[in-house]
């Protein structure tokens, strides 16, 4: 059933004022802050968003499919370190835009069904495009698919410490990790990885 003009408004200036919000400062924020931004009360919030996870899933939509294109594009590169690079680039890029698809694509308890969903398409996906760069000579042989996740935590500590006064530093240390993960520059790593299960928890 279709929603009713004035509702549709509503639910529309929700989605608004939580994406500026969430874009901004994380998923974090509390959906009292969201009723101020969207200046709607409360109940009409939870009329059309029962949970914070269905909020964050109907906000970040649009960002998760980016998020999924992105990495399907980067498997169209014929080159498979510039697959991988590109992806790891892009998506970081991604995450210092918006710091709510930051904040979910890298812990497993934000958002519900479409946050899920994504997690459950990335994954493979960033499999496929490390197994490539493996397979061409180029991405060290000892890197998995679970260490990606890692980078990517250690980059959005950057991102969320310097995006006032260097926005771009994330730049200078994903540059820096990606000089350890070429084949030429490998040495043996003193730690093994984390498991998929080590990682969901970590996380």
């Known amino acids: 059933m279709a929603l009713r003009r004035d509702a549709q408004r509503n639910r529309e200036r929700i989605v608004a004022g939580a994406r500026e919000l969430f874009a901004g400062e994380g998923v974090g924020v509390s959906v009292e802050e969201v009723t101020r931004r969207a200046g ?3 109940g009409t919030l939870y009329r059309h968003f029962p949970t914070k996870e269905e909020l964050v899933d109907a906000v970040l939509e649009e960002a998760f499919d980016a998020y999924v294109d992105l990495a399907e ?6 080159d498979g370190w510039m697959a991988f ?3 790891l680039e892009g998506a970081l890029e991604l995450h210092a835009a918006n710091r709510g698809l930051m904040d979910v694509v890298m ?10 969903a994504v997690r459950l398409k990335i994954a493979p996906l960033v499999a496929k495009l490390v197994e490539r760069a493996q397979a061409e000579g180029t991405l060290r042989k000892d890197l998995v ?5 890692v980078v990517f935590w250690a980059c959005a500590r950057v991102i969320q410490a310097t995006a006032d006064v260097a926005p771009d ?3 200078r240390h994903l540059a ?5 993960l070429r084949t030429g520059a490998a040495t043996p790593l003193p730690a ?8 969901a928890r970590a996380g």
Do not use: C, I
Request: aromatic letters at 6%; zero cysteines.
């Open 85 to 87: 690079t590109t992806f």
């Open 176 to 180: 820096l990790y990606l000089d350890g």
């Open 73 to 78: 594009r980067a498997l169209d590169e014929r």
């Open 40 to 42: 709607v009360g409360m």
């Open 192 to 199: 093994p990885p984390l498991t998929a299960g080590q990682l």
């Open 107 to 116: 812990t497993s308890e934000r958002g519900r069904d479409r946050a899920k």
């Open 169 to 171: 530093l994330w730049r």
């Open 145 to 149: 698919a679970e260490d990606v996740p």
